[in-house]
């Protein structure tokens, strides 16, 4: 099984440039030629090492299958990666994911996800549900490549996740995978959107998919048959913040983006984090907010954990004045164990409507994808992310407690 792949080399040039006071630019700006105006390059990020995986999910001059592109920044290679089976508007590229040596990139409108090498090689095909049930709206992968999320969050009806293990790997290098559907223990009310976002650890140990207002925490059961996941944990906030609708979880801490928080405007946004304590309790530790956040800019939309670092999009923040320009901030836990924000990040060549702010972050580098800039042919960025402190709004603090988590 093969997908399309097209190789390019890229010049991993420094970009230097003036930006917003106390925010930083890019170090490489990623933007492929293949891409046409509308195609949002950038929808999607992630970055495992020193490989970067951008979605482009409306790019093609064949009205919209989809694109993905590879990058290797040790060689500066690009790879293109379309479905061995694309047709138009399959959005192919909608979501990604990306492990040690492979990704996971869905196409929700195919109603399936497909699996691919580094190397651009499409190894499997994944499907489940049923039509118009969004499948593949969210997807996740762990370093090793063998636990992969992809969420149906179906806008009615109650939603599901479902869980794909490996099950064997024929010569060629193609993988048959089975999987197992997550269901919430609570029996999920209708509208719920169960599904809307998902993540599992890196070590595939911990998995959390996000709903309206609730986030269910997992953790992998190698005693269930073929692998499965045991619901441990139930996390509660508010709906009209749109709680659970981001979900990000590495270790013993999980991100949720709460985008239309409303404590430091209408809806400014805010982040919850959660830690596992020695009993296992997942208890909200922290509250997180981007230093120059205001009304409407959405801190929290997209997020991203890796290890003691989170990294937050806030897409309609205004940090050089344009509307709906964007901005990025990444946050670190110290050694007295107090979360703070150590950087904002900007693109050099911000623009309005550039909705800035889909992020991934993976040891020391960081990428945000911009998909509205450029006539909505969409952007990437990519950043250091190590640490220099900047100034930030306070962050809240909720009550211990144990069980149950209920975010303030």
């Known amino acids: 099984m093969s997908g399309k792949i097209l190789l390019k080399t890229l010049s991993l040039a420094l970009v230097l440039s003036s930006a917003a006071i106390g925010a930083e630019t890019e170090s490489l700006q990623l933007s492929p030629a293949t891409v046409v105006n509308g195609g949002l390059f950038g929808t999607s990020v992630s970055i495992n090492g020193q490989t970067a995986l951008v979605g482009a999910p409306n790019s093609s001059s064949t009205i919209a299958p989809g694109s993905a592109y590879f990058y290797d920044l040790n060689s500066g290679v690009e790879t293109k990666v ?23 990139i869905s196409a929700r409108g195919a109603n399936a996800a497909y699996v691919f090498g580094k190397n651009g090689v499409q190894l499997s095909k994944l499907t489940g549900g049923t039509a118009n049930q969004n499948y593949g709206e969210s997807v996740a992968i762990n370093d090793s490549g063998n636990r992969i999320l992809v969420g149906s969050p179906p806008g009615f009806g109650s939603g599901s996740t479902f869980a794909y293990f490996p099950l064997f790997t024929d010569l060629q290098g193609n993988i048959t995978w089975t999987s197992k559907t997550l269901l919430p223990s609570d029996g999920s009310v209708l509208f719920d959107d169960f599904g809307q ?8 140990q911990l998995a959390a998919v996000g709903a309206d207002g609730k986030v269910y925490v997992y953790e992998y059961d190698p005693t269930q048959f073929l692998g499965g996941w045991t619901e441990i944990a139930l996390l509660v906030g508010s709906q009209n913040t749109g709680f659970g609708g981001q979900v990000s979880i590495d270790g013993d801490y999980l991100a949720v983006g709460a985008p239309f928080d409303n404590t430091y405007g209408s809806s400014a946004g805010a982040v919850h984090v959660f830690e596992r304590d020695s009993s296992g309790n997942w208890l909200q530790t922290t509250k997180l907010f981007g230093s120059s956040i205001s009304d409407n800019d959405l801190f929290g939309r997209k997020l991203h954990v890796d290890g003691d670092r989170i990294i937050v999009g806030a897409p309609h923040d205004e940090p050089t004045g344009l509307q709906a320009e964007g901005s990025a901030f990444i946050f670190e836990k110290d050694s007295n164990g107090n979360w703070s924000e150590t950087k904002q990040l900007v693109a050099s060549d911000s623009g309005t409507a550039h909705n800035f702010g889909t992020v991934a972050v ?16 969409g952007g990437a960025y990519l950043y250091d992310a190590t640490s220099v402190s900047i100034p930030a709004k306070p962050t809240l603090v909720s009550p211990s407690g144990t069980g149950t988590s209920t975010p303030t």
């Open 82 to 104: 379309q479905a061995d089976d694309g047709v138009p508007f399959n959005l192919f590229g909608l979501s990604v994911a990306l492990g040690t040596s492979r990704g996971v």
């Open 362 to 377: 993976s040891g020391d580098l960081a990428v945000v994808g911009a998909p509205g800039k450029n006539s909505f042919k």
């Open 197 to 204: 976002s998902v993540s599992v650890s890196r070590d595939g």
